[in-house]
């Protein structure tokens, strides 16, 4: 069974940084490319970064709207994925989850909450 547990979220004043963490269990975590999602209250999911798998050697992929501030990266042995997320803006403020990317597994972990404050 999939398992995905979100943490790191918090408060954090604009132009600071956080760093989100996940970790997984129940798949081959390092044969899958992996990403983060955002969703904010009546808008659908965004992925907004993601990177590939140990074979593929950890490309990573971030939409405009984070390139340049975020940072993907992953630590296969312990099946976790990290978000650093540096410079960050009032438009950064969601629910952010990781997941399979780009295609992502039926199920969700809870996703952690990110507040950015002006």
């Known amino acids: 069974q999939v398992q995905l547990v979100e943490s790191g979220g918090g408060i954090v004043q604009a132009g600071g940084s956080l760093r989100l963490s996940c970790t997984t269990s129940?798949?081959?975590?390092?044969?899958?490319?992996m990403g983060w999602y955002r969703q904010t209250p009546g808008k659908q999911r965004e992925l907004v970064a993601s990177?590939?798998?140990?074979?593929?050697?950890?490309?990573?992929n971030y939409a405009d709207s984070v390139k340049g501030r975020f940072t993907i990266s992953r630590d296969n042995d312990q099946g976790t994925v990290y978000l650093q997320m540096n410079g960050v803006k009032a438009e950064d403020t969601a629910v952010y989850y990781c997941n399979m990317a780009p295609t992502s597994f039926e199920s969700w972990g809870q996703g952690t909450q990110v507040s950015v404050s002006s």
């Open positions: 129940g798949f081959v975590f390092a044969i899958t490319a």
């Open positions: 990177i590939s798998d140990a074979i593929s050697g950890g490309r990573t």
